[in-house]
């Protein structure tokens, strides 16, 4: 496969290290392939905000629409022996880890054959084959979460690292900074990936924190901001980080990017932020849309082409949910499922002790 | 006059701001969001930035930003956004807030209320669906309230702002929409609830249920059930899990000689437990019949809308665990 | 032989480090100072600095990568220099290591221990000296263990580190520097006790008394006491607050017809209260006379030696409870 | 009185603010002031580790000698309608604030003339009617308090400040980051005052913190380090900092100091550190020594007339021990008094509640 090089849409501003280059290698197939996985990922929230309307899923739903090239610019640096934790805007990093369409709308329609078997939800996504690791519905309360992942990872020697992601609402939190510090204490492969979608819920990011230079949070640390619009800045950033962290220990990488959909369901998302914001971002720094330009630019496909693989995301999506509304819903067996891994044959009640009950293994 | 207990909540706060300018609103979306569940809309406006507050996500920096406001002599409302994310400062409202007037020997009380939506929800899932009514009602320093009606939400959350302690008020984000009859007298800007007392709901003959939040409408549904067979439930309201109102308890099972425990949380160590021993200890010789208690599974909250109700209490929970205290048969189910 | 609480839980943590890589210890002073406590003595320089790691007064920070280290697969054991510090940490504790391995359908098991003394020690007041027993044992997914010999110090901890799921290991300050005597078997590298089940530490005929940690010599120390007044106690050592041992309590219960609970926590929602609901739930007609329950009193822990001294059951407590219990009369004294 | 101008030990280190002069102004009646001060001060925790040994105060015992500059030089800033909160090591901090030797050592000894009434003990004095507010032994926590109480002083338009004061393994608590930042949205006048001592219990700072530099902790808000041994450098700072923070939010000053004593009485304080490391900075930095020397040099008072002062402070210190012995042990209502500010006559349980119980008025 050809080899382009390609500039990064803005430089990487950095702190207390050396950016990486703006000029990035990719080939056509790789560009394709973000095409095809950004194209999925923007017609799975679709579908899951009709779902979300039709109530086949139930309370919240965070959905990713507009930050899609951060899941997969990610994936493009790094393997699956890398780890990943993030926030309960999980959907389609779990889909970037190699998770499918059907786990995914079963595990938010509540069905057995979800990735979590209908017991997690929207916010619990896993999949630790392929080191995916959540989903937590706690804010911030991955960071210290997957800067275990990194002790792990360097206890064992494995010479991977960890992504951990967290939004700019999250970066205020004080386990960030408890979790960085002894991650740079202890020189750990764990590489802070702060997902600056410029809002909390309704609050803007300068009216939640006095400093929103997040890739300088700690201070101490290294980082990057990097434009996480662009699938290839991100990718850049990613191999960087990765290198970083695996010889110096942790690394920040403030991706500035932006959410389309309200913060979940509940929240229309324009009390906050003007409609014109908004679809000034759609127009001009649309992850997907500067992909198509260069794959169109660079005469790698043809709009028809790229017009077809997005008729295709949209099947397979159709057919996912199809699929996924014939799982069953779990087994009522399931409520006492997995609480423990070891129950040593003790009882665990129902809300009617005398009526339900079970026998742990 | 009809009001749904969001609106009972928002007039309770507005009235308490309105009375006295050291009241003021902290919390996550608070002011300019107007509140997640839109307790707090329009205090904003008619309070201004400096009485309400909208806060970064940090619980344990603004949680324990309102409690040393309180020993300052102000009169803070800390809203938490759920009850889930006050353990991330729970140290706070039991070291620095509970504890602080006994350490001080009354030098540093701490007039302040920390309140939102608590328990399960719908679809939320096991990190966002835990019930703290126990954990917060074995603290000695705090008290706990937990409102049903809308009568209840004005009362005691009016009450809880002019308390000179810290209450940790529990409410439930699925009665926010409720709407429920309200007296002339509870719509008066002077009225409040007594703390640590109870309310009989439903006075009744052959056995008494007691709940809270969400699940006295259960037990009250399940009560008109058991009249239909000839069952007379005198339904309990605790109001107040921390004082716990003993005496209206046992009284009570001292007349009905049977009793029924409701709650949504977890059984271990939970509020009915309590309850039962409370019951034990005070009016052994009173109980006819075991006492049933009816909590929520014990397991993290699923998902899935099957298993989610199974998860937590249904009214015929209630109306088979009571009919099992008055000695009605009722057929065995197979473990699960 | 004899063995204090402190060598056997230094016992216990070098065996099992030296027969998995995968355990390591970390926490506040674990390393170089030997532990504030010195439970960790000479690990640091058997195991080296990867192994025994000194953390900064960060507890939500290295609780989460503790936890974290645990889902990629190893066996971290985090050591709280008090269990008050724990509630900086608390929702890493429930939601982060109790919830994960439900909600993930089995995918993301947590085998950790969290340990560090719980509860009262001497002189140290209201902030240092919360028991949290009953407020991790409300919570599935978690198993909470409470030693009080040396053996059962050894063979707990040794079987919580090898437990695949979440453990909370409740020591107690002032255990650890009394002696008890072991077996043979005991010392042996590859004991270990079995997680849920009771000890009856002394059999009796009269009268059951629950107690764990620190309470169960008490409770032995009373039994004493009453059998030299013909009372037959039989003491069970709980061990295991979750999974609690209902049967071996039920059948003590069913035998003696009597039960008397003792903890050192605040009664309200305590182990006390989910014992006596159990027997209640299991054993109601088996009762002889009303539970009697011992347990802190329910005020923040005071300094002055004499007002702790009645912040938390003594002896003379439990002896005048069980002579209540067997219907011996006692005197009534004024309320204070 | 007659004015001097004296130089600080070293200049001010400054983070985003000028620093003050290190010329400090003050009189041979300050002088004379701060040296008695800090030698009563000197003199009670030594009183207090005998105390101790003779088993009469019982518990955590933590003794501040070695910092008294710290607390005696910010009182010489601030009036007492400005607000302290500190951590445990609280003794000399509330004598600082007006409090009494005898309701010290009573308190200690826990008995009913304690400033707690003998139910708080060492590490929870307090005396709110001079602005000081404990005594708190979480580390950390009184740092979101010290900003709380800020905020009431903003809130009311007192135009008076709040110093809180925490360890320099306090410095590492994500809370410290979390209030930090909203003091600095909200420009709350909280002026954050990190004891250095350079010693976490038995880990060196540099062990616990990747970043040492805590005045600069947070990076946004500007900070000072002040030589903590150096009373007038100590007070000039403290000057500095309430000017500042009542016209722009909070600042940090990191006070440059030393405890002689093991962290707490079961600490010998020795195997963390080399004795010589201990007798350097009692030779060379000792912060009464430092006064004495200023105070010979200036002709002030002789050295007859300094030994007078500290045999008085002996004098006073034993009195007040004898005194605080004649207090009364707490009497058992006590355990039930205080729970509750207004208890609504429920009844509370002591540990056999059918024998001991009370009505909460
Ligand atoms: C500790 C905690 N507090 C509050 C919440 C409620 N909450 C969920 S998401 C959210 C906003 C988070 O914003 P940000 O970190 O920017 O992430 P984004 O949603 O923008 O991806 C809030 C307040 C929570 N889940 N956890
Ligand atoms: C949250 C918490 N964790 C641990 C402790 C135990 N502890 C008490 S003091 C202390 C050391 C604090 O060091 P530093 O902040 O430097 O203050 P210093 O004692 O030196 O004044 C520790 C670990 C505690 N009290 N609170
Ligand atoms: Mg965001
Ligand atoms: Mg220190």
């Known amino acids: ?51 979300y309307k039709a109530k086949l899923i139930r309370g919240f739903c965070h959905l990713y629409d507009g930050q899609e090239a951060v899941a997969v610019g990610m994936e493009a640096a790094i393997t699956r022996k890398d780890c990943i934790i993030t926030a309960y805007r999980d959907h389609c990093i779990y889909l970037g880890r190699g998770g499918t369409l059907v786990e995914s709308f079963a595990e938010l329609m509540g069905r057995t054959g979800g990735c979590s078997k209908g017991k997690g939800g ?77 809002y909390g819920m309704g609050t803007a990011e300068w009216r939640a924190a ?33 290198e970083h962290a695996l010889k110096n220990g942790p690394i920040i990488l403030e991706m500035d990017t932006y959410r389309y959909h309200g913060h979940s369901m509940s929240d229309p998302g324009s009390t906050y932020r003007t409609r014109d914001e908004i679809s000034g971002v759609r127009q001009e720094r649309d992850p997907l849309e500067r992909v198509r330009k260069l794959i169109l630019g660079n005469d790698i496909a043809t709009v028809a082409e790229l017009k077809d693989i997005e008729k295709q995301a949209k099947k397979e999506v159709d057919e996912a949910i199809a699929k996924a509304k014939e799982s069953p819903m779990p087994d009522p067996s399931g409520l006492f499922s997995d609480v423990y891994v070891k129950g040593y044959g003790t009882e665990a009640f129902g809300a009617d002790r005398k009526e339900v009950k079970s026998v742990l293994p | 006059k009809e009001m749904t207990v969001r609106e009972a909540l928002n007039s309770a706060l507005d009235e308490e701001m309105s009375a006295d300018p050291k009241v003021f609103l902290m919390g996550e979306e608070v002011g300019e969001y107007q509140g997640a569940y839109k307790i707090s809309k329009g205090l904003l406006e008619k309070y201004g930035p400096e009485r309400v507050l909208d806060t970064p996500i940090t619980e344990a920096g603004f949680t324990g930003i309102g ?211 409370s019951v034990i200890e005070e009016s052994f010789e009173y109980l006819d019949a075991p006492v049933e208690r009816i909590a929520g599974a014990d397991v993290p909250m699923p998902y899935a809308a099957n298993l989610e109700r199974m998860a937590v209490p249904q009214i015929e929970d209630i109306v088979r665990a009571a009919k099992r205290a008055c000695y009605r048969s009722v057929p065995m189910a197979a473990a699960a």
């Open chain 2, 67 to 277: 409690i040393g406001a309180a020993y300052y002599g102000l009169r803070p409302v800390v809203e938490f956004m759920t009850f889930n994310f006050s353990m991330q400062a729970i140290d706070h409202i039991i070291n620095s807030a509970a504890k602080s007037n006994y350490m001080s020997a009354g030098q540093l009380s701490v007039p302040m209320v920390f309140r939102g939506p608590n328990g399960a929800a719908a679809g939320v899932g096991a990190q966002h669906s835990q019930c703290y009514a126990s954990w917060y009602a074995s603290c000695p320093g705090l008290k706990v309230l937990s409102p049903y009606s809308s009568e209840d939400a004005r009362g005691l959350l009016k009450a809880a702002i002019r308390d000179p302690d810290p209450v940790v008020f529990l409410e439930n984000e699925l009665l926010y929409g409720e709407s429920f009859p309200v007296s002339a007298e509870a719509l008066d800007s002077s009225f409040t609830l007594p703390i640590g007392k109870a309310k009989i709901e439903r006075e009744g003959k052959h056995v008494t249920i007691t709940a809270f939040s969400k699940m006295v409408g259960y037990a009250l549904k399940a009560a008109d059930i058991l009249s239909k067979e000839g069952i007379s439930a005198e339904v309990i309201n605790l109001r107040s899990i921390r004082p716990l109102d003993r005496n209206t308890i046992n009284a009570s099972v001292r007349k009905t000689n049977r009793l029924v425990t409701v709650e949504e949380g977890f059984p271990q160590h939970g509020v009915g437990a309590e309850i039962c021993t």
């Open chain 1, 122 to 198: 929207s916010m619990h996504f896993y999949k630790k084959e392929n080191g995916f690791y959540g989903g937590h519905g706690i804010v911030g309360a991955q960071i210290p979460l997957g800067c275990g992942l990194a002790f792990g990872q360097k206890y064992t020697k494995d010479e991977t690292v960890t992504f951990t992601l967290y939004g700019d609402g999250a970066a205020n939190q004080g386990q960030l900074f408890e979790a960085l510090n002894i991650a740079a204490l202890w020189d750990l492969p764990a590489i802070l990936v702060c997902e600056n979608n410029h």
């Open chain 1, 210 to 242: 006095k400093s929103p230079a997040y890739y300088k949070r700690g201070d101490y640390v290294p980082g990057l901001k990097v434009d996480g619009m662009d699938v290839l800045a991100v990718k850049q950033a990613c191999l960087f980080a990765k």
């Open chain 1, 1 to 51: 496969d050809e080899v382009l090089t390609i500039e990064t849409s803005v430089p990487f501003t950095s702190h207390k290290c050396e950016p990486p280059s703006r000029s990035v290698q990719t080939t056509p197939k790789e560009l394709m392939g973000f095409f095809q996985d950004m194209a999925l990922m923007r017609r799975m929230e679709i579908a899951a905000d009709s779902l």
